[in-house]
């Protein structure tokens, strides 16, 4: 089978298209059939290894894991021994590693039946992104109905879904974007607008209950003066000094983010998507051979919504 391999850290000109052995489920496993994936900025950290501590998991000087990728969505083409629930020819999504491949084995327990009237772009679009606007918002920031909620990098992967997850709790929803992208975050369901290149929301007088934060280039004291007397502002990026800032801060105001696969969240990002209360919103797709060229688009900061990759299969 096909797929992508960075034999070392570095640009999107390291990654090359592969022959490598397919995989075998093991006992709880179910092989899938990809045909479609998308890439997230843990991809591009992940190959470039930035911040740096990133190689403290993959692999100080090199990759441990060579292959690259995480949202997946596809068919199950074979079950192991052991695996129960699900079988061969179920459509499914989820987060595993070295998805940008024509297959992966992934345990049964880590994967969610794809929801209902979805494509596999749009299923493939859902799992890292999603779950990280899910949790953030629901775990970290503590949601409530009728709060004012402001989404900051809201035209982005996770900031589409952000809008719609927080639209759909009942929250009153602030989405901050530049000018090109208002009206996509409108359509999604924002009730106010902030282009960032004419204001700045941290100045404006406006406080708010909770900050979803996925563009982060305001000061921590910037953030506290927009919060409401019991707000809080989650974060959700990968800058190691505005870790280090968040975790010095030692202010119950300032949370961190680090997103988890749940299989329990997959099945309600399933429920949300099949009473229309969200919905993938893909910037443009590329084909497997080209996931270097989609890579780069997304590290330019330019995508609306996800940047979705496709996998064609020989008919043979």
């Not at 006992?27 to 900025?41: G, M, R, T």
Request: hydrophobic share 40%; glycine share 8%; net charge positive.
């Amino acid at each position: 089978m096909k797929a992508i391999v960075f034999a070392k850290y570095g640009s999107p000109d390291l990654l090359q298209l592969k022959e490598v052995e397919k995989p075998v489920p093991q006992d709880n496993e179910v092989l899938i059939k990809i045909h479609a994936s998308s890439v997230n900025p843990f991809d591009w950290r992940t190959m470039r290894a930035k911040p740096f501590f990133i190689r403290l998991q993959e692999g100080l000087l090199k990759p441990k894991n060579k292959r690259l990728g995480a949202d997946f969505s596809g068919q199950i083409e074979a079950v192991g021994r052991k695996a129960k629930q699900f079988q061969p020819g179920d459509k499914v999504f989820g987060i595993c590693s070295g998805a940008f491949a024509e297959y992966v084995c992934v345990n049964e327990d880590e994967i969610a039946l794809q929801p209902a009237g979805a494509t596999f772009e749009e299923a493939a679009a859902l799992p890292i992104a999603a779950i990280t606007a899910l949790q953030g918002l629901r775990d970290k920031g503590q949601l409530q109905p009728g709060q004012q909620v402001l989404i900051n990098g809201a035209s982005g992967g996770v900031g589409t879904f952000a809008v719609q997850i927080a639209k759909s709790f009942g929250a009153e929803v602030t989405g901050v974007c530049s000018t090109k992208k208002l009206a996509l975050v409108s359509s999604i369901g924002a009730d106010h607008v902030i282009d960032y290149t004419k204001e700045n929301f941290t100045q404006n007088g406006q406080c708010y209950d909770l900050i979803f934060d996925a563009a982060a280039y305001h000061s921590l004291s910037d953030y506290q003066r927009a919060l409401s007397p019991q707000g809080v502002y989650v974060w959700i990026g990968g800058s190691l000094a505005m870790i280090l800032k968040i975790m010095l801060s030692r202010s119950k105001k300032f949370t961190l983010l680090s997103a988890k696969k749940n299989k329990k969240d997959f099945n309600l990002l399933k429920e949300l998507f099949e009473t229309g209360q969200v919905k993938a919103v893909i910037d443009r797709s590329y084909p497997l051979r080209e996931v270097a060229e989609a890579i780069r688009y997304l590290e330019a900061g330019k995508a609306r919504g996800k940047v979705v990759i496709t996998v064609e299969h020989n008919s043979k």
